[in-house]
């Protein structure tokens, strides 16, 4: 069935070390890709996405990966910072027309100062 | 200046009510969406309408009833209010258009509990 998932419920890291937060996607046909991370009492705070006819993107101190051959997404956070701390979600869309996003199971990202 | 707002930011209320949830976008976008949040954190959309005209409507239960009065503005409507409606309720919009999709953007929750 359609399923983002995550490979990793939580990922503790040093302050200053970098982050990996993984992601599978399982619908081959989706073709957008997002992730964003949620504070404690916050909505899901957009950080960045990555289309299809890509397969890397960076942005300020993070990177998404994408590899469409074995359907796997993954956002890198350089030198990462206790405001880090929250959950991230990957998520894929469906449908060029209907925006429908399914979102994976979130992977909560604690930085040890 | 808050680009999505939903009011209330909490609810509390007994089973069998009816309640609504209020959600505005000051982002001029065209499309806006419900999503639910359990307690596990697992987000899954419900609605979501293109300038006042519904697109998505997953399997949700019809006490649940979207109304977008203008595209600026999308209310959530739930009838009859059940325990297992108690969750955090996510409103989002986003600029869709040529197909080609853009990211949403959500606004901070409405935590509703039922008692």
């Known amino acids: 069935g359609e399923s983002v998932g995550l490979h990793l419920p939580t990922l503790s890291v040093q302050e200053g070390d970098n982050s990996i937060i993984n992601c599978a996607y399982s619908?081959?046909?989706?073709?957008?890709f997002i992730w964003y991370k949620q504070e404690s009492g916050k909505g899901p705070q957009f950080i960045i996405d990555?289309?299809?006819?890509?397969d890397k993107r960076q942005g300020q101190r993070v990177t998404v990966l994408l590899n469409k051959t074995v359907k796997h997404l993954s956002l890198q956070i350089a030198a990462t910072q206790p405001g880090d701390s929250a959950v991230y979600f990957c998520?894929?869309?469906?449908?060029?027309?209907?925006?429908?996003?399914?979102f994976g199971q979130g992977t909560t990202l604690q930085v040890k100062p | 200046d808050t680009a999505v707002s939903q009011t209330p930011k909490y609810l509390v209320t007994q089973m069998g009510n009816d309640k609504s949830i209020k959600c505005e976008q000051n982002l001029g976008h065209d499309t806006m969406y419900w999503y639910k949040q359990d307690s596990k954190k697992f987000l899954k959309i419900m609605f979501s309408y293109n300038n006042k005209e519904l697109i998505i409507n997953e399997t949700v239960p019809n006490r649940f009833s979207p109304k977008s009065p203008d595209k600026a503005h999308l209310n959530l409507h739930i009838n009859s209010l059940e325990l297992g409606d108690s969750a955090v309720y996510f409103c989002?919009?986003?600029?869709?258009?040529?197909?080609?999709?853009?990211?949403?953007?959500f606004g901070d929750g409405t935590r509703l509990s039922i008692l």
């Open positions: 989002a919009s986003s600029q869709e258009g040529r197909g080609i999709q853009q990211p949403q953007h």
């Open positions: 619908n081959s046909a989706s073709d957008y």
């Open positions: 990555i289309r299809s006819n890509m």
């Open positions: 998520a894929e869309d469906l449908s060029s027309n209907t925006g429908k996003l399914i």
